[in-house]
């Protein structure tokens, strides 16, 4: 009875759905962006980059601030002043009186004020430690775009990873579809069991469910590639075909790990804050050292009104040096020094926090892409075997050795199969990425270097 099942048009499900699945694909390409083209997008939309990037300028002139203090200041001062006075009524012997009433003079002021700091450790320090914190902030924009690189590229393969799931989850449903009307139609005429029909109904229903969860997964996708790059609609471009990954370069962590310490921007950024640290004790103790400041003045001077001596402009002028020692501060000096040293010591501990976490982040990285890379070898070999697999088992099925739950398994492994091997070529490229960054070296180059993988 069971020689006498229809052959099942399963075998032919596979290849009409990867071919619509192509002809979609070219539909759509002329459309699609590149992973470049969205991640110049986002360095003018992303507000945590353009946010690091507005910090970092500002740290220029945070520096010419600082610069300020070794540089002479001049102000230009103008004042007035009116004065008023009551004198009383004095007899003047013959029964009159004299100077009586009110009387008033204006002392008008115009000068131009010079100050120099002819020595001024504490100042010598504040500039230099302004000049690392450009360092620092050029440091925390090198990390901004290291992580908006990988934010993008993430989101990017998130999205074709999703489109992938919905493809296989529609593709799968289309043929367990097949496959239950196939079921349906033997146990109409009597060549099949009533198991065969809600075996595949219990399929179909489980490929309905998964093919919603799969499209809102694409949408939630999309949504967030589309607020990163700050545009709507985005269409990915896929893998070129054939897939070529390239190798980690080099081959051992070691390598990796000696770049890291002196390229990461995090070392780096954890080193300037131990010399800015040094810095501050230097300024803490120049504190005790006496300041030196050149003072001139240039001014003049004009009264007028009544009661004064002289009526006209009087010109003034002064060139001074001034010396201040602190004597005694009530141990804020001490106290302040004290404090240093120890941020000084939590700036070392830093540094070291910082070594090795970029050291323990680049060996976790090294070893995923690894891993990775092993894995897509072992799912492009998986992919063959279960074609053969499914090729097998419908052959089964058409005469008669195998039943249709058979079918379901082998065709559910294949298409599991490819999303697994499509997603495990994805998480390759991201975490060579993550690669890169871990060790420092991630570059904008390195995205034009994916890109060369994407489909034209």
Known sequence: MAAERRPSPISRLPRVSLLAAALALAAGAAQAQSLQELYDAARVYDATY??????????QYRY??????????VGLGVGATRNEVDLPAISNGQGGTVNSGWQGNTVTNAGLSAKYAVFNRPNAGSIEQARLGVDVARSDLETAEQDLIVRVAQAYFDVLAAKDTLSTSSANKA???EQLASAKRNFEVGTATITDTREAQARYDLATAQE???DNDLRVKRVTLDQLVGRVGVEPRPLAVPVALPPVAPSTVEPWVSQAEGAHPAIRKAQLGLDIAKIEIDRAQGARWPTVDLNASLGVQRQTGEGVSYTGNTKQGSLGVSVNLPVYTGGQITNRIKETMSLEEKSRNDLNFARRSVEEGTKRAF?????????VKAYEAAESSTKLALE?????????VRVNLDVLNAQTQLYTTQRDLAKARYDVLVNSLKLRQASGQLRPEDVTAINALLAP
């Open 50 to 59: 353009l946010a690091a990037r507005a910090t970092a300028d500002s740290a």
């Open 212 to 214: 919603l969860a799969a």
């Open 175 to 177: 043929a367990i579809a």
């Open 367 to 375: 070893f995923g892409v690894q891993s990775l890379q092993a894995q």
């Open 64 to 73: 010419g601030q600082a610069q300020a203090l070794a540089r002479p200041s």
């Open 392 to 400: 097998a088992t419908q052959l089964g099925y058409k005469v008669g």
